[in-house]
T-cell receptor
Framework: GQQVMQIPQYQHVQEGEDFTTYCNSS?????IQWYKQRPGGHPVFLIQ?????EVKKQKRLTFQFGEAKKNSSLHITATQTTDVGTYFC?????????????FGTGTRLKVLA | DSGVTQTPKHLITATGQRVTLRCSPR?????VYWYQQSLDQGLQFLIQ???????AKGNILERFSAQQFPDLHSELNLSSLELGDSALYFC?????????????FGSGTRLTVV
């Protein structure tokens, strides 16, 4: 079945350092979504990428969808303590009308002040 | 407040018991999704309902069942509970069943089986 893997599993950075998490799918994706889950919280939708090679920015966060639409990345510039949490990518699985999103394994980010 | 309401927030029960988790989707959303998150694990898709009908199924155990009611709220029933069922159960909702725009998650129900 479809698998969505993320690396690294954990990342500790000093505040102000950059951070990148990578997402790889075993199958080509029509789109990919990214979520953030704060410690003790629930996943919150960040963004969706649809086009091959697409790059989107949200302030210090840069999201990229690979040319082959099988991988994606999230890069955070100059991390802050508010960036702490687990970042998940999610790819759709199924046919139209029966979609469900398969979540990646997640990358847990800790930011040291 | 995300607009998706899950009750109860916490549940402690014994092995072999049965529990019901409830979810009210965000106003206007027709789809409800259930996910299981075990300790330090990712989100495992269980089942999806759209406007009262089951639309997609994941690795949901036969001991688990769900339904979506005419008012669009959903319930997840877990029976013959085992220690390994202890987890955080999230409900999410979206407007349609093919979702561009992301899911809105509730705050979850933490189930502890003792």
């Amino acid at each position: 079945g479809q698998q969505v893997m993320q690396i690294p599993q954990y990342q500790h950075v000093q505040e102000g350092e950059d951070f990148t998490t990578y997402c790889n799918s075993s199958t080509t994706l029509s789109n990919i979504q990214w979520y953030k889950q704060r410690p003790g919280g629930h996943p919150v939708f960040l963004i969706q990428l649809v086009k091959s090679g697409e790059v989107k920015k949200q302030k210090r966060l840069t999201f990229q969808f690979g040319e082959a639409k099988k991988n994606s990345s999230l890069h955070i510039t100059a991390t802050q303590t508010t960036d702490v949490g687990t970042y998940f990518c999610a790819g759709p699985n199924g046919t139209s009308g029966t979609y469900k999103y398969i979540f990646g394994t997640g990358t847990r980010l800790k930011v040291l002040a | 407040d995300s607009g998706v309401t899950q009750t109860p927030k916490h549940l402690i029960t014994a092995t072999g018991q049965r529990v019901t988790l409830r979810c009210s989707p965000r106003s206007g959303d027709l789809s409800v999704y259930w996910y299981q998150q075990s300790l330090d694990q990712g989100l495992q898709f269980l089942i999806q309902y759209y406007n009262g009908e089951e639309r997609a199924k994941g690795n949901i155990l036969e001991r688990f069942s769900a339904q979506q009611f005419p008012d669009l709220h959903s319930e997840l029933n877990l029976s013959s509970l085992e220690l390994g069922d202890s987890a955080l159960y999230f409900c999410a909702s979206s407007v349609y069943s093919d979702e561009f725009g992301g899911y809105t998650f509730g705050s979850g129900t933490r189930l502890t089986v003792v």
